[in-house]
């Protein structure tokens, strides 16, 4: 069964620190750009950060700039996002997502974990 499956949510303090962990099953990682989503009460899911096939390039909006870190490991099939001063802002259901390319053909999402962040 192809999956994603997230892990290491939870309840943190402002400035405090999660690391979230998505684990594949079912393919591999390795041919798939990798990145990481929310999805706070009432909005819409956006793009927090990407790492590209290989690893050597990653992206982040705006507001995770110099905050969040996104890494894989392809041997462990598993992506990862470092989160660092938290605010309650980051508050949010965080989901994984694989997007195919070229060396990799599927597109799976994770069920998301739930991170929340209080003052």
């Known amino acids: 069964q192809v999956q994603l499956v997230e892990s290491g949510g939870g309840l943190a303090q402002a400035g405090g620190s999660l690391r979230l962990a998505c684990v594949a099953s079912?393919?591999?990682?390795?041919?798939?750009?990798m990145s990481w989503y929310r999805q706070a009460p009432g909005k819409e899911r956006d793009l927090v950060a990407s790492i590209a096939v290989l690893g050597g390039g990653t992206s982040y909006v705006d507001s995770v700039k110099g905050r969040f870190i996104i890494s894989r490991d392809n041997t462990k099939n598993t992506v990862y996002l470092q989160m660092n001063s938290l605010n309650p802002e980051d508050t949010a259901v965080y989901f994984c997502h694989a997007t195919p390319t070229i060396l990799g053909f599927f597109d799976v999402w994770g069920q998301g974990t739930q991170v929340t962040v209080s003052s």
């Open positions: 079912g393919f591999s990682i390795g041919g798939h750009v």
